[in-house]
């Protein structure tokens, strides 16, 4: 077996075991018939009594799958990309264990820090934007700074969505009864029969204008001797 066959073999045998619920002597019996020479060997080591496909799976990739060279734990790390619906802290804490496992190395903290405010600060604008403005040495300094940006962007995220749910409630139409004609529909406001019935109505004389008026007519003009009117 070769990287390749093993890791598709693998694959598709994980299918047929999950879906027959093979284990124990039944999973054994299975693949003692459809594996052969070293395979075969690698599977005759195994205790029965912890017989499981787990086990058998990790055996014959430990035993055929290529080994992870020292470049690829690096190649992993510069790949990494920050999930979906995963916040900045849980991708902080991912990518840091990623560093802690490289094989023959012992980074200090603040190397380590380092390591993941880089990879980050390529991945996404607004974290890029947070861990420039600090100067961060710590493991707990960077979380808690994080920590922030995953706030920051659940507030955002709300903020964003408020006048789509304002322009929804404004589009909602009124369903309750009009105070003036008791049609159901609209507001007082925008009741038609009420705007009707304000513009019939005729704008009555007020007193300052109706006194002078009634003075003039008891006016005797001196000169001509006509009422309502006076001589200037």
């Not at 124990?24 to 599977?43: N, Q």
């Not at 912890?50 to 080994?67: D, I, N, R």
């Not at 990518?95 to 012992?106: C, D, G, M, Q, S």
């Not at 995220?157 to 009124?174: C, D, I, L, Q, S």
């Amino acid at each position: 077996m070769n990287q390749t066959v093993t890791c598709g073999w693998c694959k598709i045998t994980e299918g047929i075991v999950h879906n027959k619920r093979l284990d124990g002597i039944d999973l054994l019996m299975a693949l003692t018939t459809s594996l052969k020479g070293r395979a075969a060997a690698c599977i005759t080591k195994l205790n029965l009594d912890e017989m499981s496909w787990g086990v058998v799976k990790q055996t014959l990739l430990a035993k055929f799958s290529k080994p992870k060279l020292l470049q690829d734990y690096f190649d992993e790390i510069l790949r990494f990309q920050i999930g979906v619906k995963e916040t900045a802290s849980e991708a902080a804490l991912r990518l840091w264990n990623l560093i802690e496992r490289i094989p023959k190395t012992v980074m200090p903290e603040e190397v380590v820090t380092g390591f993941v405010i880089f990879v980050l600060c390529q991945k996404d604008n607004l974290i890029r934007r947070e861990l420039i403005a600090h100067n961060i040495t710590t493991r707990t300094q960077l979380f808690r700074i994080l920590g922030g940006v995953s706030l920051k962007r659940r507030s955002d995220g709300v903020e964003a969505n408020e006048p789509e749910a304002k322009r929804f409630r404004a589009t909602e139409g009124f369903t309750g009864r009009c105070n003036f004609c008791g049609i159901s529909g609209h507001r007082l406001a925008e009741c038609r029969k009420r705007r009707d019935a304000l513009v019939s109505v005729e704008p009555r004389d007020t007193p300052s204008t109706s006194r002078p008026l009634e003075k003039m007519t008891n006016v005797t003009c001196y000169t001509c001797g006509q009422k309502g009117r006076c001589d200037n």
